[in-house]
C-alpha cells in the first residue's frame, strides 16, 4: 500500500498529497464557504517532492483525495560514484542506488549511515545520520 483516499477538506500546509500521480507537499491551502447552494471549495498549491514542479487545483471540500504514505528508512552507504550512492538498507539488507542531493555530496562517503524515503515506490535520500 503506498497512498491512502482522505477527504480533500482535510488537507493541511505541509501535508503531502498525490497530484496527477506525482507525490506533493502541499505549500498552500485555502478554504472557501459554501454559497447558498453551493460546496465548500478548497484551493491548494503543491510542490511536486522530486521535480519541484507547482501544481494549482481547486476541489469540493468533499472530495477525495490520495495521500502518499512515505517510509522513512535508514542504509548504510556500501560505495560511491560520481553523484550516485550504492547503498543497503539497515532492516531488510537490500542494495540500490540512490542519487547522492547536491548539498550532501561532500559529506556522503563509504560507511556512513542516511536516511531516505521511500515514497511510492521511489527512494531518495534526504539526510546524512552519521559520518563513518
Not at 45 to 56: C, M
Not at 90 to 98: I, K, P, R, S
Request: charged letters at 25%; glycine letters at 6%; proline letters at 2%.
Amino acid at each position: 500500500m503506498t497512498s491512502k483516499i482522505e477527504s480533500a477538506g482535510a488537507l493541511r500546509e505541509g501535508g503531502y498529497v498525490v497530484v496527477d500521480g506525482k507525490a506533493c507537499r502541499v505549500v498552500s491551502c485555502e478554504t472557501s464557504k459554501s454559497g447558498k447552494h453551493g460546496h465548500a471549495k478548497i484551493r491548494f498549491v503543491a510542490i511536486e517532492l522530486f521535480t519541484e514542479k507547482k501544481h494549482d487545483m481547486v476541489l469540493p471540500a468533499h472530495d477525495n483525495v490520495e495521500i502518499p504514505l512515505i517510509e522513512k528508512k535508514s542504509a548504510q552507504v556500501l560505495s560511491v560514484s560520481g553523484d550516485k550512492a550504492n547503498v543497503m538498507d539497515a532492516e531488510t539488507y537490500e542494495t540500490f542506488d540512490l542519487d547522492i542531493p547536491a548539498e550532501m555530496k561532500t559529506q556522503v562517503t563509504e560507511g556512513c549511515q542516511v536516511l531516505y524515503w521511500d515514497i511510492m515506490g521511489q527512494k531518495v535520500m534526504k539526510q546524512l545520520k552519521s559520518a563513518a
